[in-house]
């Protein structure tokens, strides 16, 4: 695969990498399910619309505006244990989106940088990918708490990376969002929830990575 102008790819994790997303709103969802239907409906609304924002803004984020009152640290921090007690052993069981492997590893012999930027807690998304065995895929994973934009602008710094050189592959609305901010290019990964969105932006859409190595040679 050639390519002149991609130098780096970035990927989100959960939805592009991994089959992991219903998962984490699976996770959303049984969590907040003792407030009743009205509410998970709210929640899981806010957290499709929101898809790759920390886990802990939509906390505050619903305590306040679906609940109705703070968020204390305290509590913020036993909702995220509870979260990673009913995703992570799923999301560690989660078939690959299909093509990642593949498209990983065409990308992995031309020498074209990989680089991970996720909504999920670094601490977690690190032991993810070393227990999915993914560690020697990328060159650099990042989590939050950094937002994703922050971490595209400090990879490209470090790298020495223009922006028109990096494309950044996600399925969230905050992808395409970190990708206008930091100024790279972006693909979608294609789901029904978002289609329509995508179709409207005039956003380069892919249903699954079978084709990336191509799209990125003709980029």
């Keep these: 695969m050639v390519t002149d102008r991609v130098r780096a790819v970035v990927f989100d994790f959960d939805g592009v990498i991994l089959e992991s997303a219903d998962v984490k709103t699976e996770a959303f969802v049984e969590l907040y399910a003792e407030h009743g239907a009205a509410v998970v409906e709210r929640v899981r609304a806010h957290h499709l619309a929101n898809l790759g924002i920390s886990r802990f803004k939509k906390f505050a984020w619903i305590a306040e505006h679906v609940l109705g009152r703070p968020l204390g640290d305290a509590d913020s921090a036993a909702l995220g244990e509870r979260f990673a007690a009913l995703a992570l052993e799923k999301v560690l069981a989660a078939p690959f989106v299909p093509g990642a492997e593949a498209a990983l590893a065409v990308l992995a012999r031309a020498g074209l940088p990989r680089f991970v930027a996720s909504g999920t807690p670094q601490d977690e998304l690190a032991l993810i990918v070393d227990r999915r065995g993914l560690r020697p895929v990328f060159h650099e994973v990042h989590g939050t708490p950094r937002e994703k934009p922050e971490i595209l602008r400090d990879v490209m710094a470090r790298h020495e990376l223009a922006p028109d050189q990096v494309l950044f592959v996600g ?25 329509d969105e995508w179709v409207a932006l005039g956003v380069r859409l892919e249903p699954d990575l079978v084709r990336l190595p191509e799209v990125i040679a003709a980029w």
Excluded: E, I, V
């Excluded at 969002?177 to 789901?191: E, P, Y």
């Design 171 to 195: 399925d969230g609305m905050s992808d395409y969002k970190a990708a206008r901010a930091a100024g790279t290019a972006f693909l979608a990964r294609d789901t029904p929830a978002l289609h």
